[in-house]
């Protein structure tokens, strides 16, 4: 594997990648939280979080096949958990798309992330916003100095 596999439009020039990775991962975290209470079939809000997610996609420029690729091949499993949630509830099919759609948006924001920050910087905006050590220790092995 390659060493730049994870974030190989680090360097991409974009108003996304201007912002400061601690800021980024701020934006990413505070989008998938919010998405994450959103209630049951509120699709209203789920298209507003679709061009938002949209916007920070356009201002990040990265390129729209890697972007898809690598979302699709990340949410099979988010894909899997959502059908085997959908068979216990009364509406299946709406369950099952929302939940995916909730998942495949939390997907998005954090490819986003990852594909425009190099590791250490996330590494170093995690630390600053106080991450546990063992988290990042999970995250990679070799940060054995933050325990």
């Not at 974030?7 to 991962?25: F, G, H, T, V």
């Not at 209203?44 to 679709?50: A, K, L, Q, T, V």
């Not at 939940?99 to 986003?112: G, P, Q, T």
């Not at 590494?123 to 988290?135: D, L, R, T």
Request: positive net charge; hydrophobic residues 60%.
């Amino acid at each position: 594997m390659h060493h730049d596999f994870l974030d190989k439009y680090k360097n991409i020039n974009s108003a996304w990648s201007e912002i400061s990775p601690l800021i980024r991962l701020l934006i990413s975290i505070s989008f998938i939280i919010t998405l994450s209470v959103v209630p049951l079939f509120n699709w209203y809000i789920i298209w507003i979080y679709c061009f938002i997610l949209l916007f920070i996609l356009f201002l990040s420029k990265l390129p729209e096949l890697y972007f898809l690729k690598r979302t699709l091949i990340i949410s099979v499993p988010a894909f899997v958990i959502s059908l085997s949630a959908s068979f216990f509830k009364e509406n299946p099919a709406d369950w099952l798309i929302f939940v995916f759609a909730k998942a495949y948006l939390s997907i998005s924001i954090m490819v986003i992330l990852v594909s425009t920050a190099s590791f250490p910087s996330l590494i170093s905006a995690m630390e600053k916003i106080k991450v546990p050590g063992i988290f990042i220790l999970q995250i990679h092995p070799g940060f054995k100095f933050l325990l």
